[in-house]
């Protein structure tokens, strides 16, 4: 699988080291987890039920989490669902990823104030925000966060802003034992097994033995906090049952993009009747590029206060999908629907992995769930290889 | 903990506007010096600067004066919106905040010992002139200059004295041409590519150089093809949105590229199938 | 007339050409000088000949009331001026103008003419070299025509 070994290069862990030993640990010591981490000093941050939908915010207890709730999700689709039993992440990603605390939305790059005839930039403003802890990170958003850390903290230049966030942030992920309709990351070589990066890896048994979370910790820092939760040692008989929770969650995946040859599938269907296809259901919305959790594409806005003394630029998220993102002098460069969606579809299959050397896509299935019009990515790039004269070769 | 929000090299630094001179009625090229607490920069011919406006907004604008000169960046600019409005009408002693400079340049190594050709169109001649600055001031590094430009009439050539001077310098050919003369313009009529069949070229031992209008560029580099260059030596600075100059907005991706970090040029060679994609 | 032999042979439209043919071509070619301002010929005169421009550039204009000419295209050193002589009527249908002093051949083509009728292996050989150099105008014209270096 292509995806797998990319992401897997450019972490360089070694795989030689003696087996991280997981531990276990109840919903009481979960409580522990989060008061822990906060008297630490961090933000702890989560999945909770609010607006309709499992979105993240502050995780004051395990009480704000979404306890008896799961989803329901399809193309263009998305309910909540009450169910039976105490499993806490019996959910699948809803519509924000972590993107949004450590790549945000809008973020001040800098003031600046006039000064005869010229300026001052006032930007060292202390950024006193406190470090952050992402509580119930999947194996594709911990793969997304990866995939982001390589666009802006490991190519030319470094974002500090993303740098800074993401160097403060501790992070407990938590492996998926069920699966969405719309997800397809097993095929994407990028879950539901939790990969490199996280610092402690976390799996939810609910079953007649009773409710517990089995633990390993992929840092020091995880190794730490697992040892003041003094967390025993898992049982064999447990650490199977995750593990077969875990592949069974792959296998129940129905949706999946065949990642063989998929660069050189988009490429070379530049010209092809289904981005007209695409282009007719596609409302250039921006909503996939907005829940995407490795689209990282921004714009500055300048602005002045009425007086005209103080100046700000602000950036924020941007989207291939409008006019304006291509835009110079004279026109746009991409003014139809079917340009910009290509654009889009195959900067995550195909430049992505010439840019990054991965791909840009970790089948966490947000952008079906999420296009009004019930676009799914899956299904477009069978189409094309379906239609396409080079797709298998 | 207490860190910048920011730093460089997203902060502009503070210039000032030490002239500003009208080459066309809607081009416009300036000189700004660093003003006390911004640090001077050095380019190389075909990198540019993210230039901004206090309150209005920031371009990408290619430097277009001499490598030489240390104490001052020059850029050339036409007006063709607010921010580029707004660039063009500062006065003298005025800010603007500058940041870079970015991408690449032009591939003035490997055309040391060669014949550089360089071919424009428009505005291009902007992030063309440090080269021939630069080839002009270590004579004795290259083989013989031929600039090629073409421009829509006679009142849109930019540096005209300048042409007029380089013209004069020993090994050095300099054909314009424009593509609507007037009864007074005695020069050229016809669009750039239509100078090579009095360009004197060794085709196997030049460089070319190119930038203009895409279209432009299209056509000249198959008449370069046609002349005997092999597509390894002609080189094109690309343009496209840009809002970061670092790779991180994602505006100004073409195909595989970054034009921002990985250009704005690039071998021929590398762009040549992009080229014939229309809404890449 | 040896000069003259030789630039003829030796310019790239008369290559490889039948060599009888092309001693028939400087046969009926001569030297011609224009002086700066000089129009060579205007629209509606009968075309019959055609102009390799050995030095000067001259402008291909057409002109428009209340306007000055508009120059199309110049041409210079090396250049072949003139293909209306080639097909009916035979007139010029722009005008052109010497902007230099002007140093040409003058070749006749209603001899040519003649003879490619008569001779149609010459006359497809005339045509492929009138076409290719009638493609470059269109192209160049084209690209005019785009006005690629507007603003928008």
């Given at each position: 699988m292509?995806?797998t070994?990319?992401?897997a290069s450019?972490?360089?862990?070694?795989?030689?080291?003696?087996p991280e030993?997981?531990?276990?640990?109840?919903v009481?010591?979960?409580e522990?987890l989060?008061?822990?981490l906060?008297?630490?000093g961090?933000?702890?941050l989560?999945?909770?039920?609010?607006?309709?939908a499992?979105?993240?915010?502050?995780?004051?207890?395990?009480?704000?989490?979404?306890k008896?709730w799961?989803d329901?999700?399809s193309?263009?689709k998305?309910?909540?669902?009450?169910?039976e039993?105490?499993?806490?992440?019996a959910?699948?990603?809803?519509?924000?990823?972590?993107?949004?605390?450590?790549?945000?939305a809008?973020?001040?790059?800098?003031?600046?104030?006039?000064?005869n005839?010229s300026?001052?930039?006032l930007?060292?403003e202390?950024?006193d925000e406190?470090?952050?802890?992402?509580?119930?990170?999947r194996a594709?958003?911990?793969?997304?966060?990866?995939?982001?850390d390589?666009?802006?903290l490991?190519?030319?230049?470094?974002?500090?802003?993303?740098?800074e966030?993401?160097?403060?942030?501790?992070m407990?992920?938590?492996?998926?034992?069920?699966?969405?309709?719309?997800?397809?990351?097993?095929?994407?070589?990028?879950?539901?097994?939790?990969?490199?990066?996280a610092?402690?890896?976390?799996?939810?048994?609910?079953?007649?033995a009773?409710?517990r979370?089995?633990?390993?910790?992929?840092?020091?820092?995880?190794?730490?906090?697992?040892?003041?939760l003094?967390?025993?040692p898992?049982?064999?008989?447990?650490?199977n049952?995750?593990?077969?929770?875990?592949e069974?969650?792959?296998?129940?995946?129905?949706r999946?993009?065949?990642?063989?040859?998929?660069?050189?599938l988009?490429?070379?269907?530049?010209?092809?009747?289904?981005?007209?296809?695409?282009?007719?259901?596609?409302?250039?919305?921006?909503?996939?590029?907005?829940?995407?959790?490795t689209?990282?594409?921004?714009?500055?806005?300048?602005?002045?206060?009425?007086?005209?003394?103080?100046?700000?630029?602000?950036?924020?998220?941007?989207s291939?999908?409008?006019?304006?993102?291509?835009?110079?002098?004279?026109?746009?460069i991409?003014?139809?629907?079917?340009?910009r969606y290509?654009?889009?579809i195959?900067?995550k299959?195909?430049?992505?992995?010439?840019?990054?050397?991965?791909?840009?896509?970790?089948?966490?299935?947000r952008?079906i769930?999420?296009?009004p019009?019930?676009i799914?990515?899956?299904e477009?790039?069978?189409?094309?290889?379906?239609?396409?004269?080079?797709?298998?070769? | 903990?207490?860190?910048?929000?920011?730093?460089?090299?997203?902060?502009?630094?503070?210039?000032l506007v030490?002239e500003?001179?009208?080459?066309t009625?809607?081009?416009?090229?300036?000189?700004?010096?660093?003003?006390?607490?911004?640090?001077g920069?050095?380019f190389?011919?075909g990198?540019?600067?993210?230039?901004?406006v206090?309150?209005?907004?920031?371009?990408?604008?290619?430097?277009s004066?001499?490598?030489?000169?240390?104490?001052q960046l020059?850029?050339?600019v036409?007006s063709v919106?607010?921010?580029?409005?707004?660039?063009?009408?500062?006065?003298?002693?005025?800010?603007v905040?500058?940041?870079g400079?970015?991408?690449?340049?032009w591939?003035?190594?490997?055309?040391?010992g060669?014949?550089?050709?360089?071919?424009?169109g428009g505005?291009?001649?902007?992030?063309?002139?440090?080269?021939?600055?630069?080839?002009?001031?270590?004579?004795?590094?290259?083989?013989?200059?031929?600039?090629?430009?073409g421009?829509?009439?006679?009142?849109?050539?930019?540096?005209?004295?300048?042409?007029?001077?380089?013209?004069r310098?020993?090994e050095?050919?300099?054909?314009?041409t424009?593509?609507?003369?007037?009864?007074s313009?005695?020069?050229?009529?016809?669009?750039?590519?239509?100078?090579?069949?009095?360009?004197?070229?060794?085709p196997?031992?030049?460089?070319?150089?190119?930038?203009?209008?895409?279209?432009?560029?299209?056509?000249?580099?198959r008449e370069?093809?046609?002349?005997g260059?092999?597509?390894?030596?002609i080189?094109?600075?690309?343009?496209?949105?840009?809002?970061?100059?670092l790779?991180f907005?994602?505006?100004?991706?073409?195909?595989?590229?970054?034009?921002?970090?990985?250009g704005?040029?690039?071998p021929?060679?590398?762009?040549?199938?992009?080229?014939?994609?229309?809404?890449? | 007339?040896?000069?003259?032999?030789?630039?003829?042979?030796?310019?790239?439209?008369f290559?490889?050409?039948d060599?009888?043919?092309?001693?028939?071509?400087?046969g009926?070619?001569?030297?011609?000088?224009?002086?700066?301002?000089?129009?060579?010929f205007?629209?509606?005169?009968?075309a019959?000949?055609?102009?390799?421009?050995?030095e000067g550039?001259v402008?291909?204009?057409?002109?428009?009331?209340?306007h000055?000419?508009?120059?199309?295209a110049?041409?210079?050193e090396?250049?072949?001026?003139?293909?209306?002589?080639?097909?009916?009527?035979?007139?010029?249908?722009?005008q052109?103008?010497?902007?230099?002093?002007?140093?040409?051949?003058?070749?006749?083509g209603k001899?040519?003419?003649?003879?490619?009728?008569?001779?149609?292996?010459?006359?497809?050989?005339?045509?492929k070299r009138?076409?290719?150099?009638?493609?470059?105008r269109?192209?160049?014209?084209?690209?005019?025509?785009?006005?690629?270096?507007?603003?928008?």
């Amino acid at each position: 699988m292509v995806a797998t070994s990319l992401l897997a290069s450019h972490e360089g862990t070694s795989s030689t080291a003696v087996p991280e030993p997981t531990y276990a640990f109840d919903v009481t010591q979960l409580e522990q987890l989060i008061e822990l981490l906060q008297r630490d000093g961090y933000s702890v941050l989560g999945p909770t039920v609010r607006d309709g939908a499992v979105v993240y915010g502050p995780i004051h207890s395990i009480e704000d989490l979404p306890k008896g709730w799961t989803d329901e999700q399809s193309p263009g689709k998305y309910r909540l669902k009450r169910h039976e039993g105490e499993a806490l992440f019996a959910y699948g990603v809803g519509p924000q990823s972590w993107k949004k605390y450590l790549h945000p939305a809008e973020v001040r790059l800098w003031a600046a104030e006039r000064k005869n005839g010229s300026f001052r930039i006032l930007n060292n403003e202390p950024h006193d925000e406190r470090p952050q802890a992402f509580l119930g990170v999947r194996a594709c958003e911990l793969a997304a966060i990866r995939i982001q850390d390589r666009v802006l903290l490991e190519d030319r230049y470094r974002d500090p802003i993303y740098g800074e966030r993401r160097r403060r942030t501790f992070m407990v992920a938590v492996q998926c034992t069920g699966t969405g309709a719309v997800c397809f990351c097993a095929s994407m070589g990028m879950g539901p097994a939790v990969g490199e990066g996280a610092d402690l890896i976390v799996t939810e048994l609910v079953d007649a033995a009773g409710h517990r979370f089995l633990a390993r910790a992929g840092s020091e820092r995880g190794r730490a906090v697992l040892e003041e939760l003094k967390a025993t040692p898992a049982s064999s008989a447990d650490l199977n049952t995750a593990q077969a929770a875990v592949e069974q969650a792959a296998r129940a995946q129905t949706r999946s993009i065949d990642v063989e040859g998929v660069k050189k599938l988009l490429y070379q269907n530049f010209e092809h009747s289904r981005w007209e296809q695409v282009a007719a259901r596609c409302l250039s919305c921006a909503n996939c590029t907005m829940v995407c959790p490795t689209c990282f594409c921004t714009t500055v806005e300048d602005s002045s206060d009425a007086s005209g003394t103080c100046a700000e630029r602000w950036r924020r998220w941007d989207s291939c999908f409008t006019q304006s993102f291509s835009y110079i002098h004279g026109g746009s460069i991409r003014t139809s629907a079917k340009a910009r969606y290509r654009q889009w579809i195959t900067h995550k299959l195909a430049a992505w992995i010439d840019q990054f050397g991965t791909l840009g896509c970790v089948g966490c299935g947000r952008c079906i769930t999420w296009c009004p019009a019930g676009i799914d990515i899956t299904e477009e790039v069978r189409a094309l290889r379906e239609g396409s004269n080079h797709g298998n070769s | 903990m207490a860190t910048a929000l920011a730093i460089d090299p997203m902060l502009s630094q503070s210039y000032l506007v030490r002239e500003v001179s009208k080459e066309t009625p809607d081009t416009f090229t300036l000189r700004l010096a660093p003003d006390a607490g911004s640090n001077g920069s050095g380019f190389q011919p075909g990198q540019f600067s993210m230039l901004w406006v206090f309150g209005v907004g920031e371009l990408p604008i290619s430097i277009s004066g001499d490598p030489a000169e240390h104490d001052q960046l020059v850029y050339t600019v036409r007006s063709v919106g607010q921010a580029t409005n707004a660039l063009v009408t500062r006065a003298v002693g005025e800010g603007v905040g500058v940041r870079g400079p970015f991408g690449n340049g032009w591939p003035l190594q490997a055309a040391r010992g060669r014949d550089v050709i360089v071919v424009a169109g428009g505005i291009g001649l902007a992030p063309l002139r440090p080269v021939i600055y630069e080839v002009l001031n270590h004579r004795e590094d290259y083989g013989r200059l031929v600039v090629l430009y073409g421009a829509r009439s006679p009142r849109d050539l930019l540096y005209r004295k300048e042409l007029a001077a380089w013209a004069r310098q020993r090994e050095t050919q300099v054909l314009v041409t424009v593509d609507y003369g007037g009864m007074s313009w005695r020069g050229h009529v016809g669009v750039v590519t239509t100078l090579f069949k009095y360009a004197r070229l060794k085709p196997t031992r030049s460089v070319a150089m190119v930038c203009g209008p895409e279209i432009m560029m299209r056509f000249v580099t198959r008449e370069l093809e046609n002349c005997g260059l092999s597509r390894s030596d002609i080189y094109l600075s690309m343009e496209r949105n840009m809002k970061c100059a670092l790779g991180f907005c994602g505006h100004c991706q073409y195909g595989p590229h970054f034009i921002c970090k990985d250009g704005p040029v690039f071998p021929y060679e590398q762009l040549r199938t992009l080229l014939e994609k229309y809404e890449l | 007339m040896e000069t003259l032999e030789r630039i003829i042979a030796e310019h790239p439209f008369f290559a490889d050409l039948d060599h009888g043919f092309t001693a028939l071509m400087v046969g009926c070619a001569s030297n011609v000088r224009f002086k700066r301002g000089d129009y060579i010929f205007h629209e509606g005169d009968p075309a019959d000949t055609f102009y390799l421009i050995r030095e000067g550039t001259v402008a291909v204009e057409i002109f428009a009331p209340q306007h000055d000419p508009i120059v199309i295209a110049t041409l210079a050193e090396g250049e072949i001026l003139g293909w209306s002589w080639l097909l009916p009527p035979y007139q010029w249908k722009h005008q052109a103008r010497a902007l230099d002093n002007v140093r040409a051949i003058a070749l006749d083509g209603k001899c040519l003419r003649e003879k490619c009728e008569q001779n149609h292996d010459l006359g497809y050989e005339v045509l492929k070299r009138f076409a290719r150099i009638i493609e470059q105008r269109l192209e160049s014209t084209r690209l005019q025509l785009i006005d690629v270096y507007a603003a928008k």
